[in-house]
């Protein structure tokens, strides 16, 4: 493909790299740091001054529109709100000081008592909807309520949160909903927090706001275990924003996004939302999602908002792409401002991407660039990005400025590692784990495995190399690289597996559990009510696989990655069973241990007809 990748407002990539005596490597971004924010509501303040009429965040209004929130509106019901918690005595040294805890998901509301919140210096724990909608025994829930131990929780729909909001002990715990009250349950509306008119108290609380105070505790459960409370200090989250600004060349119009990343994870929360605040955008909520059912929602919306960057799981692009495909006034809506796509979860399959710059080029004349970034709940996220245009999808980058990034041996592998203002403090009243999750030198240990592209031109950036711990050998005692052969089996599907299961462990050859991407199945049936037992059993969808495994083992031969064989799976992952981490990793060696039964089916012989057999 000739075409011209659209340009971009965006920094040279440039990388200072030191190799030291004991293998480690040291990677530094030259590019200067600009000066952060003072704290993570100056922005909105800011934009409410410089911009007041301009959309801060748009909301969809049932089936006649959307709901928009401007920044002067947003900042005085922000400074109302502060002024509801410090008059309740919820702020520091109140009758009532403690946290506050959000159950629901993202809303217009959910911002603005989030930042009415932070405004007050109320600590805000926004928590999965899983814990509360998913689970059957709201462990995971009972667990970070008595560890934070709040004094306000916010719900959007009282009746859908009241099983939740029951299994706790609520004595002393404000509720407050937008919609249906609870039953049975004391709860104020939200509006309530929206009648008292601000005074001198609210300014004294915005000044007493350092970069040490804490902002937010973002819940990670990692690998193993209940949650971990990550300490989200205004020093972090405004540095990783500034980190994100000074990859810019120079200061260019609001963007436009729609977004439906959770505010309870460190992506949705702090480079979407915070991120789209601190230089003045708008964000619109999307009310869909990447799974069957809800991403129609998504391209209803797409229909209607043209964003001027998008970023989305590569499964949602294998289910966008045919709706873009047959339908050019759809497609150029989408494409009249992009100016940038990003993906994240696994790498985008080649074929989706070519299929994406076939349009880009239909209705533009250019290629868009895929951008994306790597990092972690306890790093603000942002720690790499690719912000150059390239056709090698599945790159974790260069180092934003500002911070030190180290690759240090472990075992065979390269781990991530990093230094500076954008790393947490540590996990809330867990000294234990924060002792653990840093080096002797004080860099936090992301777990990831990394390597250069290029060694010897190690501006190409990093490439992910899997997590340290997943590995595993063969009977021959051939080590695999799990985490690497997840993101290519992923790959290999073609959009058809979410998520994959790698296994093999003491066994003679690689195979894979496949999590279904049921829409992206259907599509490819042309049935869009076939049940999942009727998709993992379905010739063209197995043959679909099988074709891409092939292709994949062309290029992968050796033991350690070639894949013999592959099954899907009709239950998703289990986060009430630990098989789901907050940071969006299946938990393999969980995942493994509870599916044993599926392993021994994947590696029967003679296998069954819905194993694929390479």
Not at 266 to 273: H, I, R
Not at 424 to 444: C, I, N, Q, S, V
Request: aromatic share 8%.
């Amino acid at each position: 493909m000739n075409a011209p990748f659209k340009e971009l407002n965006l920094k040279p990539r440039k990388v200072e790299v030191e190799y030291r005596d004991d293998g480690s490597i040291i990677l530094r971004n030259p590019h200067p740091l600009m000066e952060p924010h003072a704290n993570i509501v100056a922005p909105l303040r800011k934009w409410a001054s410089e911009r007041p009429d301009h959309t801060w965040l748009a909301e969809r209004d049932g089936a006649v529109g959307w709901r928009h929130l401007s920044y002067k509106a947003a900042n005085d019901s922000v400074n109302r709100i502060a002024q509801a918690f410090i008059t309740r005595g919820y702020g520091p040294g109140g009758v009532n000081e403690g946290a506050l805890m959000i159950l629901s998901g993202n809303s217009i509301e959910h911002a603005l008592i989030k930042y009415g919140a932070i405004m007050a210096r109320v600590e805000v724990a926004p928590i999965s909807r899983s814990y509360s909608l998913l689970s059957s025994d709201f462990e995971k829930l009972k667990y970070v309520f008595d560890l934070i131990e709040p004094k306000v929780i916010f719900v959007q729909d009282g009746a859908m949160f009241g099983k939740a909001l029951a299994a706790l002990d609520l004595d002393g715990v404000d509720v407050v909903h937008v919609t249906n009250p609870p039953e049975g349950i004391a709860s104020t509306p939200f509006d309530d927090f929206l009648t008292e008119a601000p005074t001198s108290a609210v300014e004294d609380s915005y000044s007493a706001i350092t970069f040490d105070t804490v902002a937010i505790y973002m819940f990670t459960s990692g690998s193993t275990g209940m949650p971990k409370a990550v300490i989200n200090t205004h020093r972090m989250l405004a540095v990783n924003a500034a980190q994100a600004r000074s990859m810019q060349k120079q200061e260019e119009d609001p963007p436009v996004v729609l977004s439906w990343l959770p505010w309870n994870h460190t992506f949705g929360a702090n480079s979407v939302l915070h991120g789209i605040t601190t230089v003045g955008g708008t964000l619109y909520l999307d009310d869909g999602m990447p799974i069957p059912g809800f991403f129609e929602k998504t391209i209803r919306n797409l229909k209607e908002i043209s964003p001027s960057t998008y970023s989305n799981v590569p499964a949602a692009f294998g289910v966008l792409l045919p709706e873009l495909e047959v339908d050019d006034d759809f497609a150029a809506l989408f494409f009249k401002n992009l100016k940038s796509l990003s993906y994240g979860g696994a790498a985008l399959a080649q074929d989706l991407n070519d299929r994406i710059q076939k349009l880009a080029v239909k209705h533009t004349g250019e290629r868009i660039p895929f951008l994306t970034g790597y990092g972690a709940t306890e790093t603000s996220p942002l720690v790499t990005t690719v912000h150059w245009a390239t056709e090698r999808m599945g790159l974790l980058g260069l180092p934003v400025p500002g911070l030190t990034l180290k690759l240090a041996p472990v075992g065979d592998k390269l781990e991530v590692r990093v230094k500076g203002d954008l790393v947490t403090p540590g996990y809330y009243k867990r000294p234990d784990l924060t002792a653990k999750a840093f080096d002797e030198e004080g860099f936090y240990r992301l777990g990831d495995g990394a390597k250069f592209v290029d060694p010897e031109h190690p501006e190409e950036g990093l490439v992910f190399d899997g997590r340290v711990s997943e590995d595993f050998k063969l009977d021959t005692g051939t080590w695999v690289n799990a985490g690497r052969l997840r993101v290519q089996a992923i790959e290999a599907s073609g959009g058809l597996m979410q998520d994959a299961l790698v296994a093999g462990l003491d066994l003679p050859y690689v195979g894979v559990l496949g999590f279904t991407n049921l829409a992206a199945c259907r599509a490819l049936m042309e049935s869009p009510d076939a049940t999942p037992d009727e998709i993992v059993v379905n010739e063209k969808v197995l043959n679909h696989i099988a074709e891409g495994l092939r292709r994949h083992n062309k290029h992968h031969p050796g033991s350690s990655s070639r894949i013999k064989r592959a099954l899907l799976m009709t239950e998703p992952a289990s986060m009430d069973a630990g098989e789901l981490t907050d940071k969006g990793y299946i938990n393999q060696s969980t995942s493994l241990a509870r599916r044993k039964a599926l392993v021994d089916k994947l590696y029967a012989e003679p296998p069954g007809n819905d194993v694929i057999a390479i």
